[in-house]
């Protein structure tokens, strides 16, 4: 899979010696879901081993770094460090991210909680007459997923390593390995055999499929994941990045637009994806998103007055505890996996892609 999952496993593991390594992509690089991603980027979650890999991400895209993505590969990933602020409409919820900012400040990670009045000032347009406060990271940010994606990728490929895109994987081949377990030994594809003792499947919402070649269940289910760019927004430009998680809603800054989205208590799922949807999209079902078009309002009114001027509706692959699925599979050995991303493939790719690149090399 040709994704940012397959673009940082492949870009990790040149960085780890290994110039043997081989990314399949069916169509083009970053298509499926990748290309449509909104790219938004934080650096604090409530579990220590996520900031990590967050950290991760953010220092390959960090422009203070001289070692960066971008001087490595010579691709420019889009990095916007314009910050980011989740919302608390609860007490409760603003004791969580009070537990989040020191969770950060051991990681080094700057952040503060701010007031609902220091938070009209950072971010104007927002009604905070029913907040508690907010959390403000400044590190936060938003990267272009092609962009990202192409940099792993280039990178990668000047260290040695091989993309073949439009090359679509038939079949897996596995032989009986150590006391009668399964062990990966080719990938077939319709340009010939690759004989080979590992795999990793990057596959995203199409990962069941690949992992069904090996006789390997893939426990994630895809659904139809939505936002929306607004036009322009006076008074917008340089503003942080919002996360409402009471709401159920995120705004991202886009050029002089927001981008509006959020996760539906009734998501579509879709039972199974074409083969060729490659950069395809659904229509965009607005019975479904209305409740994030009434959340963006509430939060930022003057949206009641701005137009839409794209929507965006296509396939996200999610997991029953919201966690990628990350390493070897217990059922066959040398068959990886690094997908499942819950619409955080982006920010986790670093982290990801460096973990399942030490898993491979080191064990």
Not at 165 to 176: F, R
Not at 191 to 197: F, K, L, R, W, Y
Request: hydrophobic residues 35%.
């Amino acid at each position: 899979g040709g994704g940012v999952a397959g673009c940082s496993a492949l870009y990790h593991l040149t960085k780890l010696g290994m110039k043997n390594v081989v990314l399949l992509e069916s169509s083009k690089l970053t298509a499926g879901t990748t290309w449509h991603s909104a790219g938004l980027v934080w650096r604090l979650r409530p579990s220590d081993v996520t900031v990590e890999l967050l950290a991760a991400t953010h220092d390959l895209l960090d422009e203070s770094n001289e070692n960066n993505l971008k001087a490595q590969s010579g691709v420019d990933p889009g990095w916007i460090q314009n910050g980011g602020l989740f919302v608390a409409n609860t007490k409760e919820r603003l004791d969580e991210y009070k537990r989040l900012m020191t969770l950060g400040t051991y990681f080094g990670i700057e952040s503060s909680v701010l007031s609902p009045v220091e938070t009209q000032e950072l971010y104007p347009l927002m009604n905070v007459s029913d907040i508690y406060g907010t959390l403000y990271s400044p590190g936060d940010g938003i990267v272009e997923p092609s962009g990202i994606a192409s940099a792993y990728g280039r990178a990668a490929v000047k260290e040695g390593a091989k993309i073949i895109e439009d090359c679509s994987v038939t079949g897996i081949e596995t032989k009986e390995g150590f006391q009668s377990s399964r062990q990966v030994s080719a990938v077939h594809t319709d340009h010939g055999v690759i004989e080979t003792n590992c795999v990793v499947n990057c596959a995203g919402g199409w990962a069941p499929r690949i992992g069904a070649m090996a006789g390997v269940q893939v426990p994630l289910v895809a659904m139809k994941h939505a936002y929306v760019v607004t036009e322009t927004v006076e008074g917008i430009r340089n503003c942080p990045n919002v996360r409402d998680h009471d709401l159920s809603l995120y705004l991202k800054l886009q050029g002089d637009g927001l981008s509006v989205g959020g996760y539906e208590n009734n998501p579509i799922f879709v039972d199974e994806l074409p083969e060729d949807f490659s950069f395809s999209l659904y229509d965009l079902d607005w019975d479904v998103f209305a409740t994030h078009i009434s959340a963006a309002i509430h939060r930022v009114p003057h949206l009641q007055t701005v137009g839409i001027k794209s929507t965006v509706s296509g396939p996200e692959s999610f997991t029953a505890d919201h966690q990628p699925l990350l390493g070897e599979s217990p059922e066959v050995r040398g068959f990886y996996l690094s997908c499942g991303y819950n619409s955080s493939g982006i920010m986790l790719s670093g982290g990801c892609g460096q973990q399942i690149a030490e898993w491979i090399v080191h064990g």
